[in-house]
């Protein structure tokens, strides 16, 4: 990940606003969440956006879909930016085997590992870092935080929904700044 660029968290969905974990499962966005990606769509105007690279579950493709449509950019979508599957937890409430999860001391039963992850989403940031900056990647929160890892960052951290965050490479760590 050698320099800047934009991620957007997919808007909510009604299993987010249950605080249940979806993974792989492929949740649509709930009317709040398709005005965050309105919201957000407005937040990155005038940000010399020129591509945008997305995850093929529907919440993070129809978020990209609408922020394209206030961009005027194509859509382009990498299966590598999916959502890591949570196995036998998806659809469960988020608690205490999360964050052993992220800390590395469990991976569910069918689940994608949190190292796993770090590696399947640092190389789809650093193709989709190939295309002409500044780029923005739509996709999702447990992904956000294997890339927060990457970055030198607290990975367990809940990013918001509908958010845009500057994500700008530094020494020790990278600076995510919100879209205002």
């Known amino acids: 990940m050698p320099r800047a660029f ?3 968290r997919h808007g ?13 499962v492929d949740i649509p966005l709930n009317e709040n969440g398709l005005a965050q990606a309105r919201l957000a769509a407005g937040k990155l105007r005038h940000r010399g956006i020129t591509a945008i690279m997305c995850s093929d579950l529907s919440r993070a493709r129809v978020t990209a879909e609408i922020v394209a449509g206030h961009l005027g950019l194509p859509v382009r979508v990498d299966p590598a930016l999916r959502e890591v599957s949570f196995g036998t937890q ?12 992220v800390a590395g001391t469990l991976t ?10 770090r590696v399947r989403a640092s190389g789809a940031i650093n193709r989709a870092l190939e295309l002409p900056a500044p780029v923005l ?9 294997a890339i927060r890892a990457e970055m030198g960052l607290e990975p367990n951290f809940r990013t918001p929904n509908g958010t845009p965050l500057f994500c700008e490479p530094g020494r020790p760590v990278w600076s995510l700044l919100p879209a205002e």
């Open 6 to 8: 934009w991620f957007l």
């Open 12 to 24: 909510e969905t009604d299993w987010n606003a249950r605080n249940l974990s979806q993974g792989a």
């Open 90 to 101: 998806e659809g469960q409430p988020m608690s205490e085997w999360f964050s052993e999860w």
């Open 108 to 117: 569910p039963d069918g689940a994608e590992s949190f190292r796993a992850l």
């Open 137 to 145: 990647i739509v996709a999702h929160g447990a992904f956000f935080r």
